[in-house]
């Protein structure tokens, strides 16, 4: 009886040395992955529910609760996307586009972006847009490039706005306006973008 408490009490031990030799991040990650909460949020999305599908990619994607696994982001985006939720479906697009999670695809982003685009999603509009100024996939065209920032900067995307506010005042594939350019990049600082306040404290406006 005494040998099995010692070996009880070193099996204890040697289990708290190796929870306490993990970051804390990771003990509270692998806690809340037993959790009741996400225990319920998987069950649904195993139940084919594709907003608890988007959640769970989400929280895989951003590695929000548990280990981020680009994999397993993928894997549930796409469940979510086969069901039509527009978001899973952007988001695949920008997983093939950065080959995360997936081998990287401009063909499959491009067709993912396009068709969101078309449907008038904001982002999906930069996206193309950039393809298209970048010539990704695609011949580099500013005129097409410009069209789609200049519908997803109407939508209030502010990486649309910053990017042909840039364009206008460096006359980069349109003649210069500083007029267009402060009131774009106004716009996109108002919404907190980062790479527009720089600008505005950078062009002192």
């Given at each position: 009886m005494?040998?099995k408490?010692?070996?009880?009490?070193?099996?204890i031990?040697?289990l708290?040395?190796?929870?306490?030799?993990?970051?804390?991040?990771?003990?509270?990650?692998?806690?809340y992955?037993n959790?009741?909460?996400?225990?319920?949020?998987?069950?649904?999305a195993?139940?084919?529910?594709?907003?608890?599908?988007i959640?769970?990619?989400?929280?895989?994607?951003?590695?929000?609760?548990?280990?981020?696994d680009?994999k397993k982001?993928?894997?549930?985006?796409?469940?979510?996307?086969?069901?039509?939720?527009?978001?899973?479906?952007?988001?695949?697009?920008i997983?093939?586009?950065?080959?995360?999670?997936?081998?990287?695809?401009?063909?499959?982003?491009?067709?993912?972006?396009?068709?969101?685009?078309n449907?008038?999603?904001?982002?999906?509009?930069f996206?193309?847009?950039?393809?298209?100024?970048?010539?990704l996939?695609?011949?580099?065209?500013?005129?097409?490039?410009?069209?789609w920032?200049?519908?997803s900067?109407?939508?209030?995307?502010?990486?649309a706005?910053?990017?042909?506010?840039?364009?206008?005042y460096?006359?980069?594939?349109?003649?210069?306006?500083?007029?267009?350019?402060?009131?774009?990049?106004?716009k996109s600082?108002?919404?907190g973008n980062?790479?527009a306040?720089?600008?505005?404290?950078?062009?002192e406006?």
């Amino acid at each position: 009886m005494m040998k099995k408490n010692t070996f009880l009490l070193i099996a204890i031990l040697i289990l708290s040395c190796y929870q306490s030799a993990l970051p804390a991040d990771t003990v509270s990650k692998l806690s809340y992955e037993n959790s009741i909460e996400f225990k319920a949020i998987y069950k649904k999305a195993v139940d084919g529910i594709a907003e608890y599908q988007i959640q769970l990619a989400d929280m895989y994607y951003k590695g929000k609760g548990v280990k981020k696994d680009y994999k397993k982001a993928f894997e549930w985006f796409e469940q979510s996307a086969k069901q039509g939720l527009t978001n899973a479906q952007l988001f695949l697009g920008i997983m093939y586009y950065k080959g995360e999670g997936v081998e990287q695809d401009y063909q499959k982003a491009f067709e993912s972006f396009e068709k969101l685009a078309n449907q008038g999603v904001p982002y999906a509009q930069f996206l193309l847009g950039n393809m298209y100024y970048e010539g990704l996939l695609v011949k580099a065209d500013d005129k097409v490039a410009i069209k789609w920032f200049e519908k997803s900067a109407q939508g209030g995307n502010s990486s649309a706005q910053v990017k042909l506010g840039l364009m206008y005042y460096l006359g980069d594939g349109v003649p210069k306006n500083k007029a267009k350019a402060k009131s774009m990049i106004s716009k996109s600082a108002e919404q907190g973008n980062p790479d527009a306040k720089e600008l505005m404290q950078e062009l002192e406006w």
